[in-house]
């Protein structure tokens, strides 16, 4: 059977989807999710970083945009990947909330993500995974952790560098820039929104709100709220 369009973070249906976006968002409404999240996430920064490394853990590719897969029968399992310049240890739902969260359209991943994620965990069952120790639940849940693993990673990038070219009038900021820099910050900016997009249909705040707070020193001080 087709899977419900409008997966839950637990898995099922979800009746309430995510309202269709503007269609030329400002970048304050692509993040005024995320910034209402602000205070949460700083309360609870340190359960995120710390369950984020939850075992299992095994190899990552931690890049895995389409730029970076090529599809071809003639490949082992239809496909190779290149540039394993961000490889790190870490939770495998990684690499799968990455090209998920940053290749598809909110639309798209919506219908799809809960049967592939049950088609991966799967997967992981033919390959000798213990599911009685990794259950699907358990996988969802990684799930819906890593694609804030993956808006950050991306999130920095486009901050970092675009600010860098921001200020000194260069690449997509020049005042006539090329294609090229046109190209990398569409790209970029719909990464973004899709993550943005992607966290919130995953309900993230609540999974978040489930860990416990822990105070440092910019975490629940008035004036580094």
Same mark, same amino acid.
């Given at each position: 059977? %087709?899977?419900?369009? !409008?997966?839950?973070?637990?898995?099922?249906?979800?009746?309430?989807?995510?309202?269709?976006?503007?269609? !030329?968002?400002?970048?304050?409404?692509?993040?005024?999710?995320?910034?209402?999240?602000?205070?949460?996430?700083?309360?609870?920064?340190?359960?995120?970083?710390?369950?984020?490394?939850?075992?299992?853990?095994?190899?990552? &590719?931690?890049?895995?945009?389409?730029? %970076?897969?090529?599809?071809?029968?003639? $490949?082992?399992?239809?496909?190779?990947?290149?540039?394993?310049?961000?490889?790190?240890?870490?939770?495998?739902?990684?690499?799968?909330?990455?090209?998920?969260?940053? %290749?598809?359209?909110?639309?798209?991943?919506?219908?799809?993500?809960?049967?592939?994620?049950?088609?991966? &965990?799967?997967?992981?069952?033919?390959?000798?995974?213990?599911?009685?120790?990794?259950? $699907?639940?358990?996988?969802?849940?990684?799930?819906?952790?890593?694609?804030?693993?993956?808006?950050? %990673?991306?999130?920095?990038?486009?901050?970092?560098?675009?600010?860098?070219?921001?200020?000194?009038?260069?690449?997509? $900021?020049?005042?006539?820039?090329?294609?090229?820099?046109?190209?990398?910050?569409?790209?970029?900016?719909?990464?973004?929104?899709?993550?943005?997009?992607?966290?919130?249909?995953?309900?993230?705040?609540?999974?978040?709100?489930?860990?416990?707070?822990?105070?440092?020193?910019?975490?629940?001080?008035?004036?580094?709220?």
């Amino acid at each position: 059977p %087709n899977p419900s369009p !409008n997966p839950s973070p637990n898995p099922g249906p979800n009746p309430s989807p995510t309202p269709n976006p503007d269609p !030329n968002p400002t970048p304050k409404q692509v993040y005024a999710p995320v910034l209402a999240w602000a205070p949460l996430i700083k309360r609870r920064h340190r359960y995120l970083v710390r369950r984020l490394f939850d075992p299992p853990l095994t190899v990552c &590719h931690g890049d895995v945009h389409l730029d %970076n897969v090529f599809f071809s029968p003639d $490949f082992p399992g239809g496909l190779k990947m290149i540039d394993f310049g961000n490889m790190f240890f870490g939770q495998g739902c990684n690499d799968l909330a990455f090209f998920l969260g940053t %290749n598809l359209e909110p639309e798209v991943r919506r219908w799809h993500e809960e049967a592939l994620l049950r088609r991966y &965990h799967a997967g992981l069952q033919q390959g000798g995974v213990n599911t009685a120790l990794y259950p $699907f639940e358990r996988c969802w849940e990684d799930y819906r952790l890593n694609m804030w693993r993956a808006y950050i %990673n991306i999130a920095y990038v486009t901050m970092s560098r675009f600010d860098v070219m921001r200020k000194k009038g260069t690449g997509a $900021f020049a005042a006539e820039p090329d294609e090229g820099s046109r190209k990398e910050l569409a790209t970029y900016e719909a990464r973004n929104r899709r993550l943005v997009a992607a966290l919130v249909d995953l309900k993230f705040e609540e999974l978040l709100a489930e860990g416990p707070e822990s105070c440092g020193p910019c975490s629940c001080l008035p004036f580094c709220a």
